[in-house]
């Protein structure tokens, strides 16, 4: 899995460098929901990736496809809004609400 991977995604991307030699996911994801909320009110987290440790959420699964399992399950429930830290260390998708 690399960022390649959301080149077909359709909604908005939005790219965050931090420059944290400690950033773990749950850092990396208090920082996703905070710049998610530039944009919705209240986005809802779908799924997520960490290139950190290659775990995804959800792990559903959905048959062979072209794409991760973790963004077709967020794009089969709306995602509109991906979130990527550090060019994939950690991958945020969300559904604007």
Not at 10 to 36: C, E, T
Not at 67 to 82: H, M, N, Q, T, Y
Request: hydrophobic share 40%; aromatic share 14%; net charge negative.
């Amino acid at each position: 899995m690399t960022p390649k991977d959301l080149n077909n995604f359709w909604g908005n991307h939005l790219r965050i460098d931090i420059d944290d030699r400690k950033l773990d996911f749950v850092k990396a994801k208090n920082i996703a929901k905070h710049k998610a909320t530039e944009l919705a009110e209240d986005p809802m987290l779908l799924s997520w990736y960490s290139g950190k440790s290659g775990d995804y959420f959800p792990k559903y699964p959905c048959g062979n496809f072209h794409k991760p399992v973790w963004i077709l399950f967020a794009e089969s429930r709306g995602a509109d809004l991906a979130v990527n830290i550090n060019d994939g260390e950690y991958i945020f998708l969300y559904l604007s609400l």
